[in-house]
């Protein structure tokens, strides 16, 4: 039987690498080409370490992967939001179906996209036809997508642990504040002084305050567990002097008396039987060891038991697997009728 082929644009970023690395294994889909502009020519082995097929492919430009394209079954775009506009437009409109790891097509709002990205928002019919891409939350909707937004990183870490709460009623809507930290790799192959060893080494620092494109696609992902009700929402992203790995701490409170046995038992209900979501006793032990590596979310919740009291949720992810590439994969196994495990089974954590 004949492997349905998919091609990665920007395939020479972190999260474009990392989704060469999963490709490289998958059992039931075939990688038929990487496109980076800087690297045309240079195999994948030589700059990712990866062996077999997938190792002796050789990076191509854009404009021999929009050739290449027409012969696959999907798409996955690794590139910034502006390419990923321009390259979405042409490939929705030759039939192809995209999934998109920008944020090009993550915020429905067009007056809030300029704001958080800087340029015109995209065509309203092809924001129209995109579908968020938390596969956890929007799994049906995606099976049937021709263009995917695969979710931020951020987003993905504080959406998770909040939507069911929100569901429930049991907490409120007003004053919720996502504090995460999360390694370097989050921002980027950029080679600036912010970014330098120097700059980072033995060092934490908060970044883009209330201007962060994450926090309106965070808001977006909530009002849409509250049917629409504003959420009032306050997001701090920091950076580690780390590789990769996020671990979000999200507070708010109680709608009325309640406790964290009840609120873990509602976690766990709604994530009963997914693969990729770890609901664990204590908040303690939520950290990036048990994630780094995998494609797993673990979320724990603290509480007053008491109307009003504070709830604080941790919650922990690879930034750039189950953050972008891991989650990429999950959408397009969706996308093709294939097993939503596929090529993600098999990861491991990087600790020990």
Not at 38 to 43: A, I, M
Not at 241 to 251: D, K, N, Q, S, V
Request: hydrophobic share 45%.
């Amino acid at each position: 039987m004949q492997l349905p082929r998919v091609g990665i644009f920007g395939a020479s970023g972190y999260a474009g690498i990392e989704l060469t690395r999963l490709l490289a294994t998958h059992p039931t889909a075939k990688l038929a080409f990487v496109a980076s502009e800087r690297h045309v020519g240079t195999s994948v082995a030589e700059l990712t370490g990866v062996e077999g097929p997938t190792g002796a492919l050789r990076y191509v430009s854009y404009g021999a992967a929009r050739e290449a394209a027409r012969t696959c079954a999907a798409v996955l775009l690794a590139t910034p939001a502006d390419v990923s506009l321009v390259l979405a437009a042409e490939l929705v409109s030759a039939g192809l179906r995209v999934i998109d790891l920008s944020g090009a097509f993550r915020i429905a709002d067009a007056a809030a996209f300029t704001a958080a990205y800087g340029h015109a928002a995209p065509p309203a019919a092809l924001q129209g036809a995109a579908v968020y891409g938390l596969t956890e939350l929007h799994r049906e909707a995606i099976r049937g997508a021709q263009l995917v937004a695969n979710p931020g990183c951020y987003p993905t870490a504080a959406t998770l642990p909040l939507v069911p709460l929100l569901r429930a009623g049991l907490v409120t809507t007003d004053s919720i504040v996502v504090d995460a930290v999360s390694g370097a790799s989050g921002a980027g192959r950029r080679a600036t002084e912010d970014y330098s060893l120097v700059a980072m080494h033995d060092n934490v620092r908060a970044y883009k305050l209330l201007t962060h494109q994450h926090g309106p696609e965070i808001a977006q992902s909530l009002a849409l567990a509250t049917a629409g009700l504003p959420v009032d929402l306050t997001f701090v992203p920091k950076l580690l002097p780390i590789p990769r790995g996020i671990l979000a701490t999200i507070t708010t409170r109680l709608r009325a008396k309640s406790d964290a046995v009840e609120l873990t038992r509602v976690l766990r209900a709604a994530y009963e039987g997914e693969p990729f979501v770890r609901v664990l006793d204590r908040p303690e032990d939520v950290d990036l060891h048990r994630v780094i590596g995998t494609n797993l979310c673990a979320i724990a919740v603290a509480c007053e038991p008491r109307a009003g009291g504070r709830v604080v949720l941790v919650s922990a992810i690879d930034n750039l697997v189950k953050g972008a590439a891991g989650q990429a994969l999950q959408n397009l196994n969706l996308l093709l009728d294939l097993e939503e495990t596929s090529g993600l089974t098999a990861l491991r954590r990087f600790h020990p």
